[in-house]
């Protein structure tokens, strides 16, 4: 069994880790947050998706690390951030994680990019710290009722299995690994994109101790996640749209959000599912890189068609 001195098995070339002490006076409610650090340049923030970790980037920190600082956060209990029992995992308090990062590191002009729940956090951060966000770029927003149980029966199964009282804390802490590798894969478009590897990486931090409340906690507050879409109107950063075509949102969703967000940039990602970070890092490089610098924009409502893609 994984202990507390657990370090992740997978290293991303030119990354180094580090960490954010709590702040004082938090009635013992906050943790210690782990990020990653890469590059040189303006700072870009990553975050992941629901029940993973900074490393789910991995292979879009290298091909953007020319263009930013890179800083890959671990959101709160999840990854190698400290586990805090009786934390909150719903949206507001995940967000501040996000804020600790930004103001406890003091950046500004930052590039938010998220993944799932990180695209609903990357909206609603720069919509509460609009003095920090420079832009946003919100990848397969999770800000839809069903998430992830869309993607299979078997999704269905373990997560309404994970939320019921009584049993529902003893299934959080029964992951075999084939089941969290299918479910994983209902996400992607392309299956050989889920590596071995990273799964195994997950299999270790769902064995840290504490880390089935996380997990449990987490799905009980997707909610939440729905909830915070009434912040959208506020964000007064540039904002970029991504999807994949099949993700487990729907048309509707996807249009319901350019409608919160009129002056959105939108971009399709042809045959990608939920998790592009991960089967089409390429694709999110190139946007990110292309406004990397002062003035570079994307056109709004186009579709990119790469070989491969």
């Known amino acids: ?51 993973t970790q900074a490393e789910h980037f991995r292979h879009l920190i290298p091909l953007i690390a020319d263009h930013y600082t890179v800083y890959a956060l671990d ?33 500004h ?44 029966l078997l999704a269905r199964v373990v997560v309404s299995g994970v939320l019921m009282p009584g049993v529902g804390p003893v299934i959080a802490g029964v992951e075999p690994k084939p089941a969290l590798r299918k479910i994983l894969q209902g996400g992607l478009g392309d299956k050989s994109a889920l590596r071995d590897d990273y799964v195994d990486e997950l299999l270790q931090v769902g064995g840290r101790p504490g880390y089935r409340t996380v997990a449990r906690a987490v799905y009980q507050a997707l909610p939440s996640l729905v909830a915070a879409r009434s912040r959208y109107p506020e964000v007064k950063a540039p904002v970029h749209l991504v999807y994949g075509e099949k993700d487990w949102s729907r048309p509707s969703d996807r249009q ?10 939108f971009t399709q990602v ?19 890189n292309a406004v990397a610098h002062a003035g570079g924009t994307l056109p709004a409502d186009h579709v990119i068609c790469r070989p491969g893609g």
């Open 75 to 107: 959101l709160p209990g999840m990854g190698y951030s400290e586990i805090v029992p009786g934390a909150s995992y719903d949206e507001p308090a995940m967000r501040a994680g996000v804020e600790r990062l930004l103001t406890e590191l003091d950046l």
């Open 270 to 288: 042809p045959k990608a599912g939920h998790f592009i970070a991960l089967e089409r890092p390429d694709v999110l490089a190139d946007l990110l």
């Open 1 to 51: 069994m994984p202990t507390h001195e657990s370090r992740p098995t997978i290293h991303i070339p030119g990354t180094t880790s580090h960490t954010i002490a709590p702040r004082a006076g938090r009635d013992g409610h906050e943790g210690t947050l782990r990020y990653l650090k890469a590059g040189t340049g303006a700072p870009l923030v990553l975050l992941h998706t629901v029940r």
């Open 109 to 152: 002009d930052v590039t938010l990019a998220g993944e799932s729940m990180g695209a609903v956090l990357a909206l609603t951060t720069a919509a509460e710290l609009p003095e920090r966000v420079r832009r946003v770029v919100a990848v397969n927003t999770y800000d839809f009722r069903g998430g992830i149980a869309r993607s299979s």
């Open 256 to 265: 319901a959000n350019k409608r919160l967000l009129p002056a959105t940039d």
